[in-house]
């Protein structure tokens, strides 16, 4: 930036009042679905929502899907006084005015308007950013996908928040940006810090595959220079921002006492991704992903990286990877992850005696390696984050329309293609093993042939995000943190909650709004795919009855709540059954195409 003004160019009103627009809807759709908000009909096909002292209405055209899914149209939305005066739409009065109805507090309300103020100029950025059509996408490569998307998290208003950085590390450091960023190596001593690694890695082969010999003696020269040894430190590549913003203020004590000693940036470029704490070396595309700490907030959760929490990571992803392998039903859906394989942090002693578990205090300094999926691609294969299927672009077009449109596939066919790459791992491991994901569209990555069609799913973001609901499992001690105690009446809600809800809900309502696939047509070939999978495995006709696929209904999960009630630590990671809000039932879309008992 050669002038300040130039930071905030992309802040337009022509930008700004669309950014806005474009939060309104998402957030009448979504808090209507959570039951926050209750359209009602004034004419035919047209609502009104009024606020908390009936001072206020808007109105805008609209429909109901499955799963009581809103589709609205951006662009009918209108605010009016009761005085009949037409108003601007104004994403931060909006919420101010539904603060009751939202149960926004007035501890939580600020916070929450400061995160919707970094959600709006975030999507004002991309407004103001040449991007590509869905179709143009749709033919791109791996990161230009991944750094395309619009939208973000599909159920959160709020989904941009990333309280912490400025508009400058906004520019450097975003996904959406497309910035090249080289971490920051840090040497921390070994009496303080803890690696990790799974059975086939150790520590010296890991950083000389991703730092290589000569930056190696450059870091080793440096600590010579200092009268101190290589052979004492373990090295930490660190988000930049978190260098400069905490670690060098929070950690200077041990900056000072030279246990922490910083070698600067690496020599590999790194692209952040959809998560922003993860990085994909641009470098070198078949290195490891880089996980790191980053004391920003976003979305519900400081997201900090705990030491303690990594240590296990390798061997939770080595038991997975390992029950992947053995499982002839996984194996044959081509299902795999790309495993963590190693991790290392740093064990501040005096905040270590000071704060209470869970504390952002404890989470400032670790990092892990995660396998790129780049070496598993086979000749004429792609990567796309699934998270794509959700892309639309400026002028409305489907990245999932125009895959199919490429595909050369019936909609239906392509559509079953994918749900037998992702739904039946899904399902299989939780029926075969009480195994859970969180596979929302950031956390898979599909494998796309040349024409675009599914040939598998790779998942990602395992230690933190599965858990096993079967108290008799018998895991290995190392394993052990991913056991979690889930009353019998909420295990499938996993899935009705993450996979149905969470996304195939937007799906649907993209497919069967733009008139590539109806709605009946969509859920009756999700059936048929839970209903053939049932039949391939009939050992587990019992676990089928106990947990209903075909249940009429399922309890409705709400995400904004829980981030409009604690927007800072959205839930208790020790307990984040016990931390959901379900709000009454929704209608199973698939219940009315269940088999009929006894058929083959």
Not at 211 to 220: I, K, Y
Not at 320 to 342: H, N, P, Q, W
Not at 379 to 396: F, W
Request: aromatic letters at 10%; glycine letters at 6%; hydrophobic letters at 40%.
């Amino acid at each position: 930036m050669t002038h300040a003004a130039d930071a905030v160019a992309h802040l337009t009103p022509d930008h700004w009042d669309r950014a806005n627009r474009l939060l309104v809807r998402k957030g009448l759709a979504e808090f209507a679905h959570e039951c926050l908000l209750e359209p009602e009909e004034i004419s035919d096909g047209r609502y009104a929502v009024r606020n908390d002292d009936n001072s206020v209405e808007y109105r805008f055209t609209g429909r109901q899907l499955s799963l009581e899914h809103w589709h609205i149209d951006a662009d009918s939305i209108t605010r009016h006084h009761r005085d009949g005066t037409q108003l601007p739409l104004d994403a931060l009065e909006f919420f101010i005015e539904l603060r009751q109805a939202l149960g926004l507090s007035d501890e939580i309300l600020p916070v929450y308007l400061e995160e919707i103020s970094s959600t709006l100029s975030s999507t004002a950025y991309k407004l103001d950013t040449r991007q590509r059509s869905a179709a143009e996408l749709a033919r791109s490569g791996f990161q230009d996908i991944e750094t395309g998307m619009t939208e973000g998290h599909p159920c959160f208003v709020a989904n941009n928040g990333r309280l912490g950085f400025d508009i400058a590390e906004y520019r450097a450091y975003a996904p959406e940006t497309g910035a090249p960023v080289h971490l920051i190596w840090l040497a921390a001593r070994r009496d303080r810090s803890t690696f990790t690694a799974s059975d086939d890695l150790d520590y010296d082969t890991l950083m000389r595959a991703e730092l290589g010999e000569e930056p190696l003696r450059r870091f080793a020269g440096q600590l010579a220079d200092l009268g101190l040894d290589l052979a004492d430190y373990h090295l930490i590549p660190v988000h930049p921002w978190q260098w400069w913003n905490k670690l060098t203020v929070t950690f200077a004590a041990e900056v000072a006492r030279r246990h922490l000693v910083c070698l600067g940036p690496g020599d590999d470029a790194h692209l952040a991704q959809q998560s922003i704490r993860t990085f994909f070396n641009t470098t070198d595309p078949s290195k490891h992903y880089v996980k790191t700490a980053l004391s920003v907030l976003n979305m519900g959760f400081m997201r900090g990286l705990s030491a303690a929490y990594m240590q296990a990571t390798p061997a939770i992803n080595d038991w997975l990877a390992d029950l992947i392998a053995k499982d002839e039903v996984l194996t044959g859906a081509g299902f795999s992850i790309i495993r963590e394989r190693a991790a290392v942090g740093y064990r501040h002693e005096h905040y270590e005696a000071a704060a209470p578990k869970g504390s952002p205090y404890l989470k400032m300094l670790a990092a892990l390696w995660r396998e790129s999926p780049v070496p598993q691609l086979q000749p004429g294969e792609r990567l796309a984050t699934m998270a794509s299927l959700l892309h639309t672009d400026h002028d409305g077009g489907s990245f999932t329309a125009a895959l199919i449109a490429g595909s050369g596939l019936a909609p239906e066919v392509w559509l079953r293609r994918y749900l037998d790459a992702y739904l039946t791992p899904v399902l299989h491991s939780f029926y075969a093993y009480d195994l859970v994901f969180m596979p929302h569209g950031e956390n898979v990555i599909l494998v796309l042939d040349e024409q675009g069609i599914p040939q598998r799913a790779i998942f990602k973001d395992i230690a933190e995000e599965i858990a096993v609901m079967d108290p008799d499992a018998v895991l290995p001690s190392a394993v052990e943190r991913i056991r979690a105690d889930v009353p019998e009446d909420m295990k499938l809600l996993s899935i009705f909650t993450d996979v149905f809800d969470c996304f195939l809900r937007f799906l649907n309502g993209i497919l069967s709004t733009d008139g590539t696939l109806d709605e009946d047509l969509f859920w009756s070939t999700v059936a048929a795919c839970v209903a053939d999978y049932q039949r391939s495995v009939p050992h587990l006709a019992d676990k089928f009855e106990r947990y209903d696929m075909f249940a009429d209904r399922f309890g409705r999960s709400c995400l904004n709540r829980l981030q409009l009630r604690n927007n800072q630590q959205m839930v208790d990671l020790q307990d984040p059954a016990g931390a959901l809000q379900l709000i009454g039932t929704l209608e199973n879309p698939i219940a009315r195409f269940a088999p009929v008992r006894g058929e083959s």
